[in-house]
């Protein structure tokens, strides 16, 4: 297959970790036979620092010529200290959202077995712990209009939403939920918002096309309690903008770090991979950031266009690392000089040698990605 692949690094961490998934991917174009080309272009405050724009027009154009886009992080301290700064990094994300029309986020969230101790929450609590969230990306409070008073002593922030948002996103989740557990969350705050009950009286309108799966509603007060008291009680979580970013980041904690959760972002035409966590500035340079959600990011772009034997030889690597303690300080207490290319190196090194079973860590301290 050939696939020509947008890269948009961005801000912090953002490069370091998406050159580890394209690393990956590489590997995968070699030893499956594809061919896979990578554009790179600006996005955040790079592409402030070097066009005055968050988003560029050739960015733009980059990802609409591209089978699909990969993302890395944006933002930087220096603007979020800055709340009067009119050009904002988080404007490229939200402007690549919409130029591109992805409405549907897709963010799983995995207890990985190795890692269960990791975690802030009890083992009991979170082991089997299998989450797939979708939250609606191109409507709410993020979209809506943002006014302030001529005094600037008053803020509005609008959240709008219309049928035909909520229906493709809540069939999406309903058809998810039917190749899984059939179980399915509407998360809303139907008791203040009028939004949320438009989001709750269509959702009642689509459940019976899908009879076997089994709806039930939760306000996101409750749901952000239930998320840590019981998250295996969740299956497919479906949700509105706002609500869907916040869960999927207290989500986290249930996995042991935030650079586990990849996501992927769809729309009539495009998608776009990245991982969930945001630039972490202080840790840029450093060889400290986790790979894995981005590489893990890469792995749902070969999902997505049905490579699903590359997926998976992806995913196994990522497993074997976690395994052996190759990750990143966030999760590592055994070895103290796994960087974040380390990371990348091994898991580029399994794609290539998946049946290698004598393995000399020896090499990977080394910085040598051979295992022999």
Not at 48 to 70: F, M, Q, R, S, Y
Not at 113 to 133: E, G, R
Not at 147 to 161: F, H, I
Not at 183 to 194: F, Q, R
Request: hydrophobic share 40%; net charge negative.
């Amino acid at each position: 297959m050939k696939l020509n692949i947008a890269v948009l690094p961005g801000d912090g961490i953002g490069p370091e970790v998406t050159a580890q998934a394209v690393k990956v991917l590489k590997a995968i174009a070699m030893d499956f036979n594809h061919i896979f080309t990578f554009n790179h272009a600006l996005v955040g405050a790079c592409a402030i620092d070097k066009t005055g724009n968050a988003l560029p027009d050739e960015t733009i154009a980059i990802c609409k010529n591209a089978d699909a886009v990969l993302f890395g992080a944006i933002g930087r301290t220096s603007f979020d200290l800055d709340p009067n700064a009119k050009i904002r990094p988080e404007q490229g994300l939200l402007g690549i959202r919409k130029e591109l029309g992805l409405h549907t986020n897709i963010r799983p969230v995995i207890a990985y077995d190795d890692l269960l101790t990791k975690s802030s929450l009890k083992v009991k609590q979170i082991k089997d712990v299998n989450i797939l969230i979708y939250r609606e990306l191109t409507g709410g409070i993020y979209f809506g209009d943002h006014t302030l008073s001529e005094d600037g002593n008053t803020a509005t922030d609008t959240c709008t939403y219309n049928r035909f948002e909520i229906e493709r996103i809540a069939h999406a989740a309903f058809k998810a939920a039917q190749s899984r557990k059939n179980k399915i969350t509407l998360v809303d705050k139907a008791n203040v918002l009028e939004s949320s009950r438009l989001w709750r009286r269509i959702v009642q309108e689509i459940a019976p096309q899908y009879p076997n799966v089994k709806l039930r509603y939760m306000y996101i007060d409750n749901a952000a309690m239930e998320l840590i008291i019981n998250p295996r009680q969740f299956d497919v979580i479906l949700t509105e903008n706002m609500f869907g970013d916040i869960l999927s980041e207290e989500a986290s904690v249930i996995v042991g770090s935030i650079g586990l959760l990849a996501s992927t972002s769809i729309g009539d035409k495009y998608a776009m991979f990245e991982p969930i966590h945001g630039a972490y500035t202080k840790a840029a340079n450093k060889g400290i950031a986790n790979p894995i959600a981005s590489i893990l990011s890469a792995a749902m772009l070969l999902d997505h266009f049905g490579l699903d034997e590359e997926a998976s030889r992806v995913r196994e690597g990522v497993d074997k690392s976690l395994k052996l303690h190759i990750t990143t300080p966030d999760l590592n207490t055994k070895y103290d000089n796994i960087s974040t290319t380390k990371v990348g190196d091994f898991i580029e090194d399994f794609i290539n040698h998946p049946d290698e079973t004598n393995l000399n860590f020896t090499n990977i301290h080394l910085g040598q990605s051979t295992i022999i």
